[in-house]
């Protein structure tokens, strides 16, 4: 699988984005998609995931009730969509697609996915 993540860019706080993560190979349907982000200086943080198998999502704690992933199997396509965002959400954003048991420890984990994007920076201004 090869995945292609975008929509990054500049946005004041408060203000919204959406990220696309376009995948090719195979059918998205077939994984659970992750949306991870690496801030300056940090390690990499699980945001949220979206299996249509598993008909669920979840999200990292610092994200609920913000942020919303969403699939679109047929175009092959996962999306974040970004609410009131804020300076600390200034991060490089992956999509990643891996096959870990659903409700696992894994899904909050890099090593939970198999398939990474390139990243796609966003930045938040205060």
């Known amino acids: 699988v090869q995945l292609q993540a975008s929509g990054g860019g500049l946005v004041q706080a408060g203000g919204s984005l959406r990220l696309s993560c376009a995948a090719s190979?195979?059918?998205?349907?077939?994984?659970?998609m992750g949306w991870f982000r690496q801030a300056p200086g940090k390690e990499r943080e699980f945001v949220a995931v979206?299996?249509?198998?598993?008909?669920?999502?979840k999200y990292a704690n610092s994200v609920k009730g913000r942020f919303a992933i969403s699939g679109e199997n047929a175009k092959n396509m996962v999306y974040l969509q970004m609410n009131s965002l804020k300076p600390e959400d200034t991060a490089i954003y992956y999509c990643?697609?891996?096959?870990?048991?659903?409700?696992?420890?894994?899904?909050?984990?890099?090593?939970?996915?198999?398939?990474w994007g390139q990243g796609t920076l966003v930045t938040v201004s205060s």
């Open positions: 190979g195979r059918t998205l349907s077939r994984y659970h």
């Open positions: 990643a697609a891996g096959n870990h048991p659903w409700g696992s420890e894994t899904m909050y984990r890099e090593s939970g996915y198999a398939y």
């Open positions: 979206f299996s249509s198998r598993a008909g669920g999502t």
